[in-house]
């Protein structure tokens, strides 16, 4: 496993106290998680991990541009004294991709285990992507790992928002475009060359796209990486 769990010190918690009283009376009720994940090799520090998948298109003899190789990646959410914990920046930890199904899944399971499946109940455990394809192989998949492991070994997966419009793709390459505009870079390759070398292409449907431009399009728009504090209303009244 390529991170480990850093849990809050009593002193997190005081810190953690005072954000949230200080969320409430400005009225941004969203504060980071208690707990964030660090890097065993290189030390960075991550608020949350996120996997995405684009499923691959059906092939068929039409031009190669059509019959796209699926993808997956998992991205981290940097965790960094230079911004706020809102505006983090986000990183592709790893990426790949392949036309069969069973090779994708193989690579979802490995890439989850590298990066810190298990170490919380929610990290990693639901994936970015469409949850109505390849109904048949993820269910045989899901079939061996509960009953070896239990319910938290399953593969989930739920749409982006916007998944279902039918303008998504537009809405999740203006959302790539974006993260990647030098003027306020919020996606960093980290290495990794898969979504690099697709990016101004933007083919309809490119897996690659659909899967990446959602996660961050839902990274975007709801900061899940934060909690939300719930604002409590005080009456004070004056003494009679």
């Known amino acids: ?28 009720p969203l504060v980071e998680k208690p707990i964030y994940f660090e ?29 796209r190789p699926g993808y997956v990646a998992v991205v981290g959410v940097i965790k960094s004294a230079k911004r ?10 790893a990426e790949a991709e ?12 490995r890439l989850r285990e590298d990066w810190g499946f298990g170490l919380h109940p929610e990290l990693l455990h639901a994936w970015y992507g469409d949850p109505d394809r390849f109904i048949m192989e993820t269910a045989i998949v899901n079939e061996r790992l509960v009953k070896f492991g239990g319910e938290r070994k399953s593969l989930l997966f ?54 990446m431009g959602g996660l ?3 990274l975007v728009l709801h900061k899940p990486w934060m909690d939300q504090v719930e604002r409590n209303v005080f009456r004070v009244e004056e003494a009679i």
Request: glycine share 8%; with cysteine.
């Open 1 to 28: 496993m390529k991170i480990k769990r850093i849990d809050p010190t009593p002193e997190d918690y005081m810190v953690r106290r005072a954000r949230e009283d200080d969320a409430r009376v400005t009225g941004k």
């Open 39 to 67: 890097n065993v090799e290189t030390g960075q520090k991550y608020f949350w991990l996120y996997g995405c998948i684009g499923w691959p298109n059906i092939i068929s003899n039409k031009p190669k541009a059509v019959n």
């Open 84 to 93: 706020e914990p809102e505006d983090a920046v986000y990183q592709i930890m």
């Open 98 to 109: 392949g036309h069969s199904v069973q090779f994708l899944i193989r690579e979802m399971l």
């Open 158 to 211: 739920i749409p982006p928002e916007g998944f279902y419009d039918p303008l998504a793709f537009d809405l999740y390459v203006r959302a790539m475009t974006e993260a990647l505009s030098s003027q306020n870079q919020r996606l960093y390759y980290g290495g990794n060359d898969i979504l690099k070398n697709r990016v101004g292409e933007y083919s309809e449907k490119d897996p690659v796209i659909v899967g």
């Open 216 to 218: 961050v399009h839902a």
